[in-house]
């Protein structure tokens, strides 16, 4: 009877020390969770981010000459920051808007902060449609090596008013896709990458003496790119407009006024016979190629706001 006493008395002093320790771990956990919760409540509602969005504003105009304008930039759950406007506006274009986004938001990532990296995911409306990226800095202090994926779906290039002095004429329809690139943040020129475009319900000027149509319309334009350091490839382009279809590789040599890059770009296109004009009694022989469906090379040449289109 004694011995079972005993034990009686190590088992209840046994459960009473594991419900001490439990009473201690849940009152550290709570003490963690309130800590986090006062830091949160800190750091999303009583961060200065008036002086972040004039210190990133700053950074924008110095390093790349670029004007960046941030609208009303706040916390919001889970942690991310949100914004109401977001543009990008090349100081050399007369103020007009690179980029214009109507809302969205910037979100970190904590894992790869683990392996020593700098990670974040960010989504904008804009133009209709929407952008969605990710952008991971590797290691996180480095500016030097950056990884940049962007997606973009039914961006209505009509809407952009700054489209037409970029390009210097006017282009319409709804454009998606998506690109991912490497390179350096401290020189834009450096990036790489590749990447694919869509573009649908389009419209594009164009001029040529043979042809009746001073616009593409209903154009569609698949295409894969590939960029370095400046020099854009296009390949496996395939188009289709009233009258027209084709396909179109080569080079496009990339300036920093968008509108002087230089084209080198060739392909196939069948014609409908309706849209020529060869002038009375000429190149009857073209005429009948074309009535019979074949497939006649051109050529793109010269800068992207006066390309010279060759046919034949």
């Given at each position: 009877?004694?011995?079972?006493?005993?034990?009686?008395?190590?088992?209840?002093?046994?459960?009473?020390?594991?419900?001490?320790?439990?009473?201690?771990?849940?009152?550290?956990?709570?003490?963690?969770?309130?800590?986090?919760?006062?830091?949160?409540?800190?750091?999303?509602?009583?961060?200065?981010?008036?002086?972040?969005?004039?210190?990133?504003?700053?950074?924008?105009?110095?390093?790349?000459?670029?004007?960046?304008?941030?609208?009303?930039?706040?916390?919001?759950?889970?942690?991310?920051?949100?914004?109401?406007?977001?543009?990008?506006?090349?100081?050399?274009?007369?103020?007009?808007?690179?980029?214009?986004?109507?809302?969205?938001?910037?979100?970190?990532?904590?894992?790869?902060?683990?392996?020593?990296?700098?990670?974040?995911?960010?989504?904008a409306e804009a133009y209709g449609g929407s952008?969605?990226?990710?952008?991971?800095?590797?290691?996180?202090?480095?500016?030097?090596?950056?990884?940049?994926?962007?997606?973009?779906?039914?961006?209505?290039?009509?809407?952009?008013?700054?489209?037409?002095?970029?390009?210097?004429?006017?282009?319409?329809?709804?454009?998606?896709?998506?690109?991912?690139?490497?390179?350096?943040?401290?020189?834009?020129?450096?990036?790489?990458?590749?990447?694919?475009?869509?573009?649908?319900?389009?419209?594009?000027?164009?001029?040529?003496?043979?042809?009746?149509?001073?616009?593409?319309?209903?154009?569609?334009?698949?295409?894969?790119?590939?960029?370095?350091?400046?020099?854009?490839?296009?390949?496996?382009?395939?188009?289709?407009?009233?009258?027209?279809?084709?396909?179109?590789d080569g080079i496009v040599q990339l300036q920093?006024?968008?509108?002087?890059?230089?084209?080198?770009?060739?392909?196939?296109?069948?014609?409908?016979?309706?849209?020529?004009?060869?002038?009375?009694?000429?190149?009857?022989?073209?005429?009948?190629?074309?009535?019979?469906?074949?497939?006649?090379?051109?050529?793109?040449?010269?800068?992207?706001?006066?390309?010279?289109?060759?046919?034949?």
């Amino acid at each position: 009877m004694q011995v079972s006493f005993q034990n009686l008395k190590r088992r209840i002093h046994f459960e009473n020390s594991v419900d001490a320790k439990r009473a201690a771990t849940l009152r550290l956990l709570f003490y963690l969770l309130f800590v986090l919760i006062f830091t949160g409540v800190l750091v999303f509602y009583k961060f200065p981010y008036e002086s972040l969005e004039n210190r990133l504003e700053a950074l924008f105009t110095e390093r790349w000459g670029l004007k960046l304008d941030v609208v009303n930039l706040r916390p919001a759950l889970p942690p991310k920051l949100r914004f109401n406007q977001f543009s990008l506006r090349a100081l050399d274009y007369g103020g007009q808007p690179v980029f214009h986004a109507t809302g969205g938001y910037l979100r970190p990532r904590i894992l790869p902060v683990f392996w020593g990296k700098l990670a974040a995911t960010f989504q904008a409306e804009a133009y209709g449609g929407s952008l969605n990226g990710d952008i991971l800095l590797k290691p996180l202090d480095d500016a030097r090596s950056c990884n940049l994926r962007l997606s973009w779906q039914a961006i209505q290039l009509e809407r952009h008013p700054g489209l037409r002095l970029l390009l210097e004429r006017q282009l319409s329809g709804e454009l998606s896709g998506e690109l991912e690139l490497d390179g350096s943040l401290q020189e834009l020129a450096s990036f790489s990458g590749m990447g694919t475009l869509r573009l649908i319900k389009g419209s594009c000027p164009i001029e040529h003496p043979y042809l009746k149509v001073k616009t593409l319309d209903g154009l569609e334009v698949s295409a894969a790119f590939k960029l370095d350091r400046g020099e854009l490839e296009i390949t496996g382009c395939r188009f289709q407009a009233q009258g027209i279809q084709g396909t179109l590789d080569g080079i496009v040599q990339l300036q920093s006024r968008l509108h002087e890059s230089v084209l080198d770009l060739a392909g196939q296109c069948q014609i409908d016979p309706a849209l020529l004009d060869f002038g009375a009694g000429s190149n009857r022989g073209l005429v009948v190629l074309l009535n019979k469906n074949t497939s006649l090379p051109f050529r793109l040449r010269g800068a992207l706001a006066a390309p010279r289109l060759s046919l034949f």
